[in-house]
């Protein structure tokens, strides 16, 4: 399957967004940038796990590999993602999950672990995630605040005007998930 | 009314029902909506929403080398709240984003940001507190 896509690369914090053409084939992906250059080449043996999103007006295709990395497609029609989730079944032997995006704007939820990846969960919803790879400073405030400070990127950032520093979050006494696991952010 | 605003859940307010409800984002920036009454904050390449109403405070700085900073800090239990957050109590065994820092080469863009959410906050507080008024 060749369709023309567009990546989001989500190796640091400052993220690189490339137009270009992600090719689904029986050994695994590829995504080559448009107008030549930087490829991405991905082993269907090395990917871990395949997400589905539904983000403002398309979609998101993630694709986790063994490493740790973890990338993001984005510019999927909804008529794509029926033809691809077969194709990915049959070809890569997973079955794609689908994640739902949460809109709603509120600040209390639940954290999700899974390998480098933190999410944000509201209402089972993904707010937002971040990977830990690009967390520099893990910093308690008291005993119910975390900061997670994040590496910036000068040479990746170089498009981006906004980049992301820090985030900090306040888990109450009350919460269970992470009492007396202060490794954990 | 625009029907949104009566959208709620346990007495919060929401920014979006639809994920096709949020503005397109030209650039990978931080953005108010003012319509929606939400602040949009890109996190690894996603414009990530949050109702102004959950916002506490909004900072930024500025160093020597014209880089600005932004800082905005959440409402969470265990703080001053506004009366309408009384609800969140409900919500005790959640974990709570406290507060986002970004780093911008756009200072002016950043001072903009962080007026815009003050006045939305504002407006959006008066609002709910008639609100709250006029229930009681």
């Not at chain 1, 029986?26 to 871990?48: F, L, T």
């Not at chain 1, 937002?128 to 520099?136: G, T």
């Amino acid at each position: 399957m060749l369709l023309p896509f567009s990546l989001s690369l989500s190796l640091t914090s400052s993220i690189v967004q490339n137009p270009g053409q992600l090719r689904v084939h029986s050994g695994g992906i590829i995504w080559k940038k448009q107008g030549g250059g930087k490829a991405v080449e991905v082993d269907k043996a090395d990917i871990v796990g395949v997400t589905w999103m539904k983000v403002p007006r398309t979609n998101q295709l993630g694709v986790r590999i063994k490493d740790g990395l973890y990338y993001k497609f984005t510019g999927f029609r909804d008529q794509d993602i029926t033809s691809l989730t077969n194709f990915i079944q049959n070809a890569v032997g997973i079955t794609p999950e689908e994640k739902q995006l949460s809109v709603s704007g509120q600040n209390w939820g639940e954290i999700d672990l899974n390998g480098n990846m933190l999410s944000f969960l509201v209402g089972s919803k993904q707010a937002f995630e971040v990977s830990l790879a690009d967390v520099s400073q893990t910093q308690l405030q008291g005993k119910n605040e975390v900061m997670l400070e994040f590496h910036l990127d000068d040479t990746t950032g170089a498009n981006e005007k906004d980049s992301l520093v820090e985030i900090g979050f306040h888990i109450p006494s009350s919460n269970t998930q992470f009492v007396g696991d202060e490794t954990r952010p | 009314g625009d029907g949104r605003r009566s959208v709620r859940t346990s007495g919060e307010l929401i920014a979006y029902k639809n994920v096709n409800d949020i503005p397109q984002a030209r650039e990978l920036v931080i953005q108010v909506d003012q319509k929606n009454e939400a602040i949009l904050l890109p996190i690894y390449g996603s414009m990530v929403p949050f109702h102004v109403n959950n916002v506490k405070t909004v900072v930024s700085q500025q160093d020597n080398n014209r880089t600005g900073y932004i800082r905005i800090i959440f409402n969470v239990p265990g703080t001053p709240f506004s009366p309408h957050d009384a609800s969140s109590l409900k919500f005790q065994g959640s974990i709570y984003l406290k507060e986002v820092s970004f780093r911008s080469k756009d200072t002016r863009h950043i001072s903009e940001v962080v007026q815009q959410i003050k006045t939305l906050r504002r407006q959006v507080a008066s609002r709910e507190s008639e609100r709250a008024e006029r229930a009681t």
